[in-house]
């Protein structure tokens, strides 16, 4: 029983044995060339970046007074101009104080009125004692005693005077008030958040309270988080690209305006945490027709820091860097060989690079090998003779 099985197990050994070297024992791996051409084109240098998206504009219109929000006239993502009604609330506390203010003054002129005729009978008895005096009719007591009184009444019209200007100061701070209570758009754009409810209650005593936040939406800025490495070659006037997570193949164009000279984390904190990375916003002006981009939208940024148009290009893969500079390995197709040649490199982006000597246009270049799996028979062979 057993040498039947021992020889069955050595028949399985050797027909597997040469099913292996029949499919695999003729096959050898070459090596082939990976080619690519010089041509003309473009190439530009990058810094890349993430940014968030913001309004130019961003205005939160606040109550300067308080009391309850009567009338709330505006609606989310509503468009107003500068001067519309944005919320009334209840004036009735501010008609009322400019009701009391107004009749303080009318009071203090009215006394002012009654002063200004004493004044004037003052006189007259002053300049009446005076002419009898000189003719001895009148005594000297009694010219001082008329000079007193004008004076009295000249000192007391002047401090109603005085009242009479702050008065007037507390109604026009109580019209002020009653003005505010009727909150109108400081500039045209869109409501794009509402913080308070109609019928609300808003104190205004430590803090003016938010009512509503209007956006200026035709213009926006992209916050791009610049890295510390990169940020050096950043500078206002460059030309800008960035896409959103929406739409992915369109690009919008920018324009860096400014880089700030502090990381954000400065608003917070005196230091700066230098165990995290650390990041600059890059300040990116960008139009906004049709409002497609919005606030607090995420951005991948490309800032352009140098272009080279119509230019030699090969890609990078094909460069190689020795001590004496870079090198490319050129391909002759006919003769299936190639050589080292020497080139000049301008600008490289990582992925294609500019040759400014060395190649000549339509010049092929390796950038790299492939394996291909070749028969010495050119076919799959059969199986050894006598299996």
């Keep these: 029983m057993k040498k039947p099985f021992r020889l069955i197990v050595v028949l399985v050994v050797i027909v597997a044995a040469g099913l292996g070297w029949w499919m ?6 070459t090596s082939v060339p990976v080619t690519a051409q010089a041509t003309r084109g473009s190439v530009a240098e990058t810094v890349l970046a993430s940014g968030t998206i913001e309004a130019k504009q961003l205005v939160s219109v606040g109550a300067r007074v308080s009391g309850q929000i009567e009338t709330l006239a505006v609606s989310l993502g509503q468009e107003v ?14 008609q009322n104080a400019v009701l009391t203010a107004e009749a303080a003054l009318a009071n203090i002129e009215a006394q002012i009125a009654a002063k200004q005729a004493n004044l004037k009978q003052a006189e007259l008895t002053l300049n009446r004692q005076k002419s009898l ?22 000192a007391e019209l002047k401090a109603l005077e005085a ?8 109604v026009s701070t109580a019209k002020i008030a009653l003005e505010r209570t009727r909150i109108t758009a400081p500039i045209s754009g869109t409501v794009v958040a509402i913080v308070v409810e109609e019928g609300q209650t808003v104190n ?6 938010t009512i509503v936040k209007l956006a200026n939406l035709d213009q926006m800025v992209v916050k791009a988080e610049i890295s510390e490495a990169d940020v050096v070659h950043v500078a206002p006037g460059q030309e800008v690209s960035f896409t959103i997570l929406g739409e992915p193949e369109t690009a919008f164009e920018a324009v860096v305006r400014a880089v700030e000279p502090a990381p954000s984390e400065i608003e917070d904190s005196d230091t700066i945490n230098t165990d995290e990375a650390i990041y600059y916003n890059g300040l990116l002006d960008v139009d906004n027709p049709g409002h497609k981009l919005r606030i607090g939208m995420t951005t991948q940024v490309s800032i352009v820091l140098a272009r080279a148009d119509d230019v030699l290009t090969v ?13 490319v390995e050129i ?10 040649q020497r080139v000049e490199v301008g600008l490289n982006d990582k992925v294609t690079a500019e040759i400014t000597s060395g190649l000549s246009e339509g010049d092929l270049v390796v950038t790299g090998t492939a394996v291909a799996a070749a028969s010495s028979s050119g076919g799959r062979m059969g199986p050894p003779m006598g299996f």
């Design 81 to 94: 101009a500068k001067g519309d009604l944005i919320a009334e609330i209840d004036s009735q506390d501010q």
């Design 163 to 170: 009242e009479k200007s702050s008065a007037e100061v507390t």
């Design 24 to 29: 695999f024992g003729t096959q050898e791996d």
């Design 204 to 209: 205004a005593t430590q803090a003016a309270p």
């Design 331 to 340: 391909w002759d197709p006919q003769t299936q060989t190639g050589r080292v």
């Design 315 to 327: 890609p990078s893969a094909a460069l190689r860097r020795g001590e004496g500079g870079y090198t």
């Design 133 to 154: 005096g000189e003719r001895e009719f009148a005594t000297q007591e009694t010219i001082e005693s008329a000079t007193a009184n004008v004076l009295v009444y000249t």
